[in-house]
């Protein structure tokens, strides 16, 4: 591992904590009197931003759907909270996340003011609650996010999917978009840098990122799945069947060209890193 030094992760640490404050004031003074691609052009902005100011570069392959695509669901492997970040640097979406994440200091606020739908997985009364909402969302031309494992792992493979959330996607005859995940170093060797697991604070997850020169996380946009005529379960299915292979390789996907979607790099650390 390509280990940063104190003063870099001090620079990109201050960076982060500006953003962030960023975020708050755009959200919090602009957002209502907004309209929604306007909104969705903000997120996909700032979100970009964050993940390049973490020192991640984010790489597509596959058929990207468009920036806000209508009565969609976004269906991915989970590995970290930077997941939601680096998908809404791709393409714009409302996530549902778990209730914990509400409570999280200023991103939990983030999440809230734009959009995230927020489940206590543990209930099942409030699965069908969210579902409500997601059918909602859907009817109202949003683009949903949903991990339907259940939870974080270290991204080397993938659990059985949860098909309770999906729903919504069959009831509204939505196109489900499978999104496959994958965290490299700046070797290209996989790493579980960016994994927020076994009971990680989030100011852990972030000194863990922090200290890497950077970070590479790769989206795969498999071929999509028309939820029309299947039930939840088989949806479940097929797209983790399209995930899982993905999810399980090592090197880079065979005969796909990825492409540079977070735009021209730009020298996020102090001169002393190239000394």
């Not at 902005?45 to 392959?61: C, D, T």
């Not at 729903?167 to 496959?180: D, F, H, L, N, S």
């Not at 005969?255 to 190239?274: C, H, W, Y």
Request: hydrophobic share 40%; proline share 5%; net charge positive.
């Amino acid at each position: 591992m390509q280990s940063t030094r104190r003063v870099v992760r001090a620079y990109r640490l201050s960076r982060l904590a500006l953003h962030l404050v960023w975020g708050v004031a755009e959200v919090g003074l602009t957002f209502r009197w907004r309209s929604q691609a306007s909104r969705a052009a903000s997120i996909q902005r700032w979100s970009r931003r964050l993940v390049n100011v973490l020192g991640v570069k984010v790489k597509v392959s596959g058929t990207v759907p468009e920036t806000l695509p209508a009565n969609t669901v976004l269906v991915a492997n989970h590995v970290s909270w930077l997941d939601i970040f680096v998908m809404n640097s791709v393409t714009v979406s409302r996530f549902v996340a778990k209730a914990e994440v509400r409570r999280w200091p200023v991103i939990g606020w983030l999440c809230d003011r734009t959009g995230t739908l927020f489940v206590v997985r543990e209930k099942r009364t409030d699965t069908h609650r969210v579902n409500q909402q997601i059918a909602e969302a859907l009817r109202n031309g949003d683009c949903i996010a949903i991990f339907p494992e259940g939870g974080t792992t270290d991204g080397l493979d993938v659990k059985p999917f949860n098909a309770s959330l999906l729903q919504p996607a069959v009831e509204a005859q939505a196109q489900v978009a499978p999104v496959a995940l994958r965290y490299f170093d700046a070797s290209g060797s996989r790493t579980l840098a960016a994994a927020y697991i076994n009971d990680m604070s989030l100011v852990e997850s972030i000194r863990s990122m922090l200290r890497h020169k950077q970070l590479v996380v790769e989206l795969h946009f498999p071929e999509g799945v028309s939820a029309s005529g299947l039930s939840r379960r088989e949806l479940a299915k097929q797209t983790e069947e399209r995930i899982r292979p993905v999810v399980r390789s090592e090197g880079a996907i065979p005969s796909l060209l990825l492409a540079d979607k977070t735009g021209p790099e730009k020298p996020d650390d102090p001169p002393v890193e190239s000394q």
